[in-house]
């Protein structure tokens, strides 16, 4: 009787370990996919809030000759506070990807809501004829098209 | 061997219950988060298509280095007067002399109907003014 009690036991105690094995593998795997949901939705509603436009008047001149460069002028017209720092605002000009920018906020502190950005476009050294600019921030692609 | 099912599977079903719960607290969160950005960004593109700017008036007075721009709200949303900027020949100007609606130069409301008046001074006749309004609506004219 004493061999089928610790029998018993030793099975007892196995099969809960084993359960124990699962149910943490289980909830560990759920709980990740839980962070994942969460990250996943903060990151596309950030993407959802975001909208610019370039209000640069294309009529005026954007390119300046002399020092090669172009001014861009950017308002979030969107409901999100974005980054203004070049590292977030990427920029094509004429499809070639430039480094060269120097961004400011023109009104304000931050790049809020209605805050208007200044992006200088160094070494654009342009041809005359037709250009185009795209801009990309935080998925939000705007495209501005100007002469020189 | 039934206190071993019994155990093993309460254990089982406290950690799917624990699991589903977690689950379901980040999917109700990114689905709200979701729907109020959603929400957020339908607000603003109503405002948008409820917005349209008619300049009535620009001129510039060489005397005295003054620029005035008249600018009707000929939508029908309030718009923000703190939120509309001007653009002289793409430079962005914020140092107004004067900056008033209907004779208010401390409110922000710039109401449907009403005239939102700016001024400021620029040693040069400009030749294009842009004035944008909050939701990126904007209006252009050639002096």
Known sequence: MASVSASHLILFIASLVIAAGVAGTFTQGISRLS???????????EEVRTDIEVISDAGSPVYNNSTNT???????????????????????????????????????E???????????????????????????VNGDEEVFRFRT | ???????????????????????????????????????????????????A???????????????????????????????TDLLVDNAYRDNFTARRVGGDNSTDLWLPGEQLHLELTTPTRPDRVKIVSGPGVAVTEVL
């Open chain 1, 70 to 108: 172009v001014t861009i002028l950017v308002k979030n017209t969107g409901t999100s506070t974005l980054d203004n720092d070049s590292r977030f605002v990427e920029i094509l000009l004429d499809g070639r990807y430039r480094t060269n920018v120097t961004s400011t906020v023109v009104d304000g």
């Open chain 2, 1 to 51: 061997m039934g206190f071993s099912v019994s155990g093993s599977a309460a254990i089982i079903f406290v950690a799917i219950f624990l699991a589903f719960s977690t689950a379901y607290t980040a999917s109700a969160n990114g689905f709200e988060r979701m729907t109020d950005a959603k929400t957020a960004v339908d607000e603003e593109a109503l405002e948008r298509q409820n917005t």
């Open chain 2, 53 to 83: 700017l008619s300049v009535a008036n620009v001129t510039y007075d060489g005397g005295t280095d003054t620029l005035s721009v008249d600018v009707v709200n000929e939508g029908t949303t309030g718009l923000s007067v703190n939120a």
């Open chain 1, 110 to 136: 931050e790049w809020r809501p209605n805050n208007v950005i200044r992006l200088e476009i160094g070494g654009a050294d342009l041809t005359a004829g037709d250009h185009r600019v795209k801009i990309i």
């Open chain 1, 35 to 45: 962070q994942g949901i969460d990250d996943q939705s903060l990151e596309v509603s």
